[in-house]
């Protein structure tokens, strides 16, 4: 059985022990009375359980007018009253509760004075409509709490849900761009080296220049599967030896590579981005710089920060061979992922011509 039934038929059985409803007189006036709180009592009931506050209020209302009547035949119309303030409580605030209370103050009141009883019953049903709001605004306080401790696990969730997506796609953005930088690198370099060997081919070049060219082709290969282990290593966090690196990657493009300051250990994400801005100049030199260009990589170990320039022979488009430009593979997000790689380090990035080289800067604190 529940509760709001057990509360159903303590609010009927009381009245009926103490009035003793019948069909004559104030018998008569009782049972109406006690069928005027039970109405009240299920219209609550079913005003909250569909969502109708309108219902609920009149229905409480009717509850609160009923017991206070009811207190001119027996006391236990001040219970009533009591149970009408903590349901008007529960609903609405406290101004409107005490208005729908006072309903039944008021027809207390009236009841008394028509029957002529001492007005100290009059008393009791205020101090019942009292408490009965006390209880009323604790309980609406404490759905209140529950609810809004409710509402704050949720937010958490949420937060939690959000951070670890965008956790997820910091990482995915993370492995696309690593995956993105070796394969431009590698696949522009091999680009270049197929096509000079069809050059090769259709000149008529001998055997050993042609297998000369198929060596480096496949050399590329290689270079570029080694990268990607390093890639790989990298994104798990194990330390650059970014002197080493540097140095690899310029004699393999033939350019000079300068070190100053004390070589120290780089965190792998400022390792790598200064790996892959070397990688990405050297790979826009080889499309945009015409044959033989001068290619300087320098690298300064600051106190707490690294600085690299890369330089080059400044050249206008128009001047390189139309082969190696067919050659030149890339999505053309050259300079815009460097400086991106850079600035994610709080770091600074410029590319452009000065004095008649074309530079590249990346400073990164570190």
Avoid at 9 to 14: A, E, H, K, Q, T
Avoid at 21 to 48: D, F, N, Q, S
Avoid at 96 to 105: F, R, S, W
Avoid at 171 to 195: F, G, K, N, P, Y
Wanted: hydrophobic share 50%.
């Amino acid at each position: 059985m529940s509760v709001g039934l057990l509360v159903l038929v303590g609010l009927v059985s009381g009245p009926v022990r103490a009035t003793r409803p019948g069909l004559e007189g104030w018998h008569l006036a009782a049972l109406i009375l006690i069928i005027c709180t039970g109405l009240g009592w299920v219209g609550w009931l079913t005003g909250r359980r569909s969502r109708r506050p309108a219902v609920s209020a009149m229905s409480v209302a009717l509850l609160s007018a009923g017991g206070g009547a009811m207190v001119a035949l027996s006391t236990f119309g001040a219970v009533v009253v009591g149970v009408a303030a903590l349901c008007a409580a529960t609903l609405v605030d406290l101004i409107a509760a005490a208005a729908l209370t006072a309903v039944g103050v008021a027809s207390a009141a009236v009841a008394i004075a028509v029957v002529g009883h001492e007005t100290s019953r009059l008393l009791t049903v205020g101090v019942g409509a009292l408490l009965g709001l006390l209880l009323g605004v604790g309980r609406r306080q404490r759905h209140a709490w529950v609810r809004a401790d409710a509402e704050l696990a949720v937010a958490r969730e949420r937060s939690a849900v959000e951070h670890q997506r965008a956790e997820l796609l910091a990482e995915r953005h993370h492995i696309a761009r690593e995956v993105h930088d070796v394969l431009a690198h590698t696949l522009s370099a091999l680009s270049v080296q197929m096509t000079a060997l069809d050059s090769l081919v259709e000149d008529g070049a001998p055997a050993h220049d042609v297998r000369a060219a198929i060596g480096r082709s496949r050399r590329l290969v290689v270079e570029g599967l080694e990268e990607t282990h390093r890639a790989v290593r990298a994104l798990r966090d194990e330390p650059v030896a970014l002197d080493k690196r540097l140095s690899a990657l310029a004699e393999g493009e033939g350019a000079a590579f300068r070190i100053r300051g004390r070589v120290r250990p780089l965190p792998s994400p400022v390792g790598m981005a200064m790996v892959r801005v070397v990688q990405e100049s050297l790979t826009n030199v080889r499309k945009h710089a015409p044959p033989g260009a001068e290619v300087t990589v320098e690298l300064f170990f600051g106190e707490s920060y690294i600085d690299l320039t890369v330089t080059n022979t400044a050249t206008d488009r128009d001047d390189v061979d139309p082969a190696r430009r067919r050659g030149a593979t890339g999505g053309g997000y050259g300079l815009h992922g460097m400086r991106e790689r850079v600035e994610l380090l709080h770091g600074t990035f410029s590319a452009g011509p000065k004095n008649g080289l074309w530079r590249v800067r990346a400073e990164i604190p570190a």
